[in-house]
């Protein structure tokens, strides 16, 4: 059955957006709005449907499911308003490899997004963003509050007063703490995860359990392979690991002229106020 009673908000967020720094640090902190936290999405229908507050905000990270989660979404909450965080292709492409990194798969970078081939781990076609702004459109028939990840970083206020007019919230901003969420792992514990991590951990990606428990047990030890990699790491000297740059320059310039007219496009798109 379709809710349509409710004003509801949906922060469809892209992985290393600053999702997490707004889930954590600015959207319990705005008023006048029932917030459902990403660990409560999975019931968000029950949440949304048995609750007796007018407005709700809802935030998930999808990355190469967003197509077709928020179409489930859609299904049910057809009216709901849409925010979405972009960061430039090459930096966003960076840290989704350095997370790669984290994680324990151990590949290079050209490795991991090939624009020439399309043989990468990621795949080209993924990395475009103007066909997601479009299929949000398209899907909640009314145009998504596109925000940019560099904005956050220079004028925070300014970003996130955004958001406030656009739900209509307040927020005391006086009180809120603007430091990143966590900080990134440095360049020599990656370095020392993409030339140990090959060796010591499984490099195919095999899905989890549907059981939740063996799930969340499979998670948690390859994390734990990974931390005892990543923290060891500080103390490698750097002379060590091979002369090489995690993430060639050349190869983030690439990725830059390559998806620069659909990084304009999105540019536009969010500051025509007549779409």
Known sequence: MIQQEKEIYFHVGLGKTASKFLQHKIFPRLQG??????????????????????????SREFDNQLEA??????????????????????????????????????????????????TGRWRRDKLFFMPKLLHLEKLFGT???????????????????????????????????????HTSYSDKQLR???????????????????????????????????YSILYPATLVPGFFLPNEPLIPAA????????????WEQCRRYAADKTI
């Open 33 to 58: 709005i029932y917030y459902i936290k990403p660990s409560q999405f999975k019931r968000y229908r029950q949440l949304i449907d048995r609750s007796p507050h007018p407005k709700m905000l809802l």
């Open 69 to 118: 989660e928020t179409a489930k979404f859609a299904l049910h909450y057809p009216h709901a308003r849409i925010i979405i965080i972009l960061r430039r292709h090459d930096a966003w492409i960076a840290s989704q490899y350095r997370r790669h990194l984290k994680n324990g798969y151990c590949c290079s970078f050209d490795e991991f997004i090939d624009t020439d081939g399309d």
């Open 143 to 181: 145009k998504p509050l596109v925000l940019f990840h560099d904005e956050l970083q220079a004028l925070p206020r300014q970003f996130i007063g955004k958001i406030i007019r656009f739900t209509a919230t307040s927020c005391d901003m006086e009180r809120l703490r603007l430091k990143p969420y």
């Open 192 to 226: 020392v995860m993409r030339h140990a991590g090959k060796y010591l951990l499984p490099q195919r990606e095999t899905p989890y359990s549907k059981n939740p428990l063996f799930s969340w047990m499979q998670k948690r030890a390859r994390l734990l392979a990974c």
């Open 251 to 262: 190869s983030l310039e690439k990725i830059r002229r390559y998806y620069a007219a659909d």
